[in-house]
C-alpha cells in the first residue's frame, strides 16, 4: 500500500479501505492473507500502513482526513482483537504461526504443520508490537480532535506492555531475548 501512497495517496486511501470493507474482512475481524489464501495469517502491517498514509496525505494537503482515520481505526481495532484472541499452545499470549517474516521465505510451509508439530517464531510477536503501537499512534492524532478517542491510546498502551511482557516469559527459564 505504502508504494501507491507515494503515487496516489487517494489511491492509496481507497485501497485500504477495501480491504477493510465487510466483503473482504471476516466477520471475526482477520483481514484477508493475499489471494489464493484468504484464511492464511500475514504479518499486521494494515496500522502501519493506514498512519504512513495518513501522515503523507496531511504533509500533501495540510489537512488529515480524519474521517477516513476514523473509519479504518474502528475496523483495525477488529483486527487487533482478532489478533489478541489468538491462543498461543502455550497459553503464554506469544503470536505464532503464518508466514509471518515479511523479509523470507520458510523452506517449510509455516500454515499447514504436521499434526503435533509446534514452530515458535518471535517473528508474531514483534509484529503485534508494532501494531499495537500504531493503533496508539492512530488514537493518539484522532484523540486530538476527538477526545473520546483519548481512552484508546491508552488501551493500546497497555496492550504494548501486555505484549512486551510476553516475550519476556516465552520458556521456563528464558524469554525470547538471548543477553
Known sequence: MPALTLVDSNFGKQQLSVLLEAVYMHTSGQLPAYEWNFGDVNAPVHAWSTIFTYRL???????????????????????????VN????????????????????SPIDRSNLRAGVTL???????????????????????SMSDPSYAPMTLKFVGHSMWIAAAMDRVGDDTGMWDE
Open 57 to 83: 496525505d496531511k504533509m500533501r494537503t495540510g489537512v488529515g482526513d480524519t474521517q477516513w482515520l476514523k473509519a479504518c481505526f474502528n475496523k483495525l481495532s477488529l483486527n487487533f482483537t482478532w489478533w
Open 86 to 105: 489468538r491462543v498461543d499452545l502455550s497459553g503464554r499470549n506469544v503470536f505464532e504461526g503464518g508466514f509471518l517474516g515479511l523479509d523470507n521465505i
Open 120 to 142: 515458535e517464531q518471535s517473528d508474531g510477536t514483534a509484529w503485534m508490537t508494532l501494531f499495537s503501537q500504531n493503533m496508539v499512534e492512530i488514537a493518539a492524532e484522532l
